[in-house]
């Protein structure tokens, strides 16, 4: 091969890799970890290994029943093989990462990406969830232990923890209890301040706003064409309330609009510039995949077929604490794991 054909194939990897860290900050798109996830030489736990009784006395793991809960009895289906599936997070939280004293307000993850790898079919597809969800989440103790569960905001899930690995992990767990205890494979997860610093590297990124954001910007009024950098990206990406209509479904829209932007700029800069900037974020991200495996996955999502993203269908509410909560349609969540991790038996 070339020299210009290798340099060529460095930056398409360069350029996913900056792109996926800004994902972590509050853009929607693919994700990706470890093929296989270590985190100091340890397996994180992954919920479906306890055995549960069933009605005619046999044993069967927590995950085969979450799943059988989630498929019409009426259908035969399996379990896709040679699947691998990825969680990405975007912390609410200024600044480098730092750890937490106690395992409670480490901060929220407003932004949480779920990648559907395809070895099989070569495919991929996103899964973007809400970050108002009304889940089942772990609950840690003093000691960092789950001393029990309760339904809350997903984007609590992070929050508690240490700030680091365990709020990665606790986050993790939840979404895969979400998803019918699909084993997730490994985390990403990168502070707001983050996409600041990112788009401060590379020179901005162009958007044309679709709506006023003047109460949060005096420049950032409909029809304009900004390039948002720094602060002002943050604004862009962060803003909910006095907004749009307040709610998390059009951040979530807006996300999407950056993050197209964000693409068609990062092909416009030298790979100098891009290494420079996944270099200026490591302070702010918290991860548990290997730099052999991260280059390998972002080749898979250069090659395989994009299927688009996916979301789960459901209503907002207002609790009794005055917060907004999305409340997850059981029926769309069902589809949803079912399209990602399933077909039908032959």
Request: negative net charge; charged residues 30%; hydrophobic residues 35%.
């Amino acid at each position: 091969m070339s020299e210009p054909a290798v340099r060529n194939i460095k930056k398409d990897i360069l350029v996913a890799a900056v792109t996926i860290l800004a994902l972590g900050a509050g853009v929607a798109v693919a994700g990706v970890v470890a093929d296989r996830v270590l985190h100091r030489n340890e397996e994180p736990p992954v919920p479906g290994k306890t055995q549960v009784s069933t009605e005619d006395g046999t044993k069967e793991s927590e995950s085969e029943t979450a799943r059988k809960a989630v498929l019409d009895e009426e259908e035969d289906y399996v379990h896709k093989e040679n699947l691998r599936t990825y969680l990405f997070l975007g912390v609410d939280v200024d600044g480098p990462v730092k750890k937490n004293e106690g395992y409670i307000d480490a901060g929220q993850a407003d932004t949480q990406l779920v990648l559907v790898l395809d070895d099989e079919n070569k495919t991929r597809t996103l899964l973007q969830l809400n970050r108002d969800s009304l889940v089942e989440i772990p609950v840690l103790g003093v000691m960092g232990d789950v001393v029990g569960y309760e339904k809350k905001q997903l984007a609590l899930a992070h929050a508690y923890g240490d700030g680091l690995e365990k709020s990665c992990e606790n986050n993790v767990n939840t979404v895969s209890k979400l998803l019918g205890d699909e084993k997730i494979d490994g985390y990403f997860a990168l502070n707001m301040d983050g996409i600041g610093v990112l788009t401060d590297t590379i020179g901005g990124v162009e958007v044309t706003l679709e709506s006023d954001y003047s109460s949060v910007d005096p420049e950032m009024v409909k029809g304009a064409t900004l390039n948002l950098k720094g602060d002002q990206a943050l604004r862009y990406l962060r803003s909910r309330k006095d907004v749009d209509d307040g709610t998390n479904l059009a951040r979530m829209t807006r996300q999407r609009v950056f993050l197209n932007a964000l693409e068609k700029k990062l092909k416009t800069v030298d790979s100098k510039t891009v290494l420079k900037a996944y270099d200026q974020v490591t302070d702010y991200r918290v991860t548990n995949m290997g730099s052999g495996t991260f280059v390998n996955v972002l080749e898979k999502m250069q090659q395989y077929e994009n299927l688009g993203t996916k979301t789960i269908e459901g209503e907002n509410s207002v609790d009794n604490d005055g917060y907004i909560c999305y409340n997850l349609d059981e029926e769309s969540l069902k589809k949803v794991i079912i399209d990602l991790f399933y077909q039908k038996a032959e």
